[in-house]
């Protein structure tokens, strides 16, 4: 079987799912760092593997601008091409219509974008779209979706479903076709925070019977009580014993509360956002904010239950030093210990699940708040 549960918890929604793929087999939850342009900001595909990192999602639209999808197959695909043997997902490009210096504009075709790199003006249609992701060669597409900002007009938001549906169908129809490298496809629910939206988005995608579905348009700067109301009703429409994916959303707390929910993976720029930031998660002493100056002389590790390069390495004192003097390499240190971070969560949220005891470790992550 593609997908099967091997735990459910009893008090919560909470699950784990054998994930398997053409690049392997992992379980969920699992939190995907962002490699949108085949790298990580700061961090490569060899760090990556110090680091416990089993997935990661790209843009494949990004890539087809540059190096080209056919460069990136030419190369053997996006596995070889960045040289990082887990599981790779690749975004559609519907979310760079939030990009002003990309997005030219969106009819029933598709989405037209400027190519920053020459200049030239190009339409994503979800066939080619679908090509595109095929070419790359990752393990799992996601459908082209036409994703509205926050806050939307209820017109764009009817518009922007009845897109996403349409879409769908000629991507699946596409896909279907044209899949020979046994690539998974991800279907995406839009209808923002629009509760009979995201209803008939939901319910509509579920025939079409996607291998696993993701919650697109949210986590978006629209207030999180609506995001979980949004959330819950498109969960209830999507067919149950399939993986779903909260696209975008970051937060430690907020991941255990989605996963409470029957969320499985996740991909977020926030731990490393909150790192070039200086701000680090710890199990030991909840967040830390290492410019601060109580740091200067402080000889810890940044957590001391922690066994990341970072913190096998170096002191607080050391990284508050970095940080004093403007050293860029601080950005990648504190990178790299956050994202190891959350991969010890999606641990021991897995581990929490298997013993029943997945009600606490969510108690627990208020403190990361
Ligand atoms: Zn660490």
């Known amino acids: 079987m593609q997908f099967e549960i091997i735990a459910q918890d009893k008090k919560t ?11 392997g087999t992992i379980k969920t939850p699992f939190f995907m760092p962002v490699a949108t342009k085949a790298t990580g900001k700061f961090y490569d595909s060899n760090d990556m593997k110090k680091i416990k990192v089993k997935a990661i999602i790209a843009n494949a639209l990004l890539l087809s601008l540059e190096p080209s999808a056919a460069v990136i197959k030419s190369l053997g695909g996006i596995h070889r091409f960045m040289n990082f043997k887990g599981i790779i997902f690749t975004d559609s490009g519907g979310f760079q219509m939030y990009s002003e210096h990309l997005f030219l504009g969106v009819n029933e075709n598709g989405i037209r974008f400027r190519n920053p790199f020459t200049g030239q003006r190009i339409l994503c249609t979800p066939e080619k779209d679908m090509q595109i992701q095929l070419d790359i060669g990752s393990d799992v597409a996601m459908c082209l979706d036409d994703m509205p900002l926050y806050p939307a007009k209820k017109e764009r ?10 879409w769908a169908i000629r991507c699946k129809r596409y896909h279907d076709k044209h899949n020979n490298i046994n690539q998974l496809l991800f279907g995406i629910v839009q209808g923002g925070t629009d509760n009979s939206l995201r209803k008939i988005c939901a319910k509509k995608l579920s025939t079409l019977k996607f291998p696993g579905y993701a919650i697109g348009g949210l986590a978006i700067g629209e207030p999180e009580n609506l995001m979980w109301q949004a959330t819950k009703v498109t969960l209830k429409h999507i067919p149950e014993k399939t993986p779903k994916y909260l696209m975008g959303l970051g937060k430690p707390y907020q991941l255990l509360k989605a996963i409470s929910l029957g969320i499985d993976i996740f991909d977020s720029r926030y731990p490393t956002k909150t790192a070039r930031h200086n701000q680090v998660f710890t199990f030991s002493d909840s967040t ?11 000889k810890n590790p940044i957590d001391k239950t922690c066994n990341c390069p970072v913190c096998q390495n170096y002191s ?13 390499n601080v950005k990648r240190l504190l990178s790299l210990h956050n994202l190891y971070f959350y991969q010890c969560l999606m641990e021991k949220a897995q581990e929490s699940i298997e013993e029943n005891k997945f009600h606490k470790l969510l108690e627990e992550s208020k403190q990361w708040n």
């Open 288 to 298: 830390l904010k290492l410019q601060r100056k109580i740091y200067k002389d402080d």
């Open 316 to 328: 607080r004192a050391y990284l508050h030093h970095l940080i004093k003097i403007k050293e860029p």
């Open 13 to 23: 929604k909470a699950r784990i799912f054998k994930f398997k793929t053409k690049s």
């Open 157 to 166: 938001l009817i518009q922007s479903v009845k897109r996403t549906i349409a």
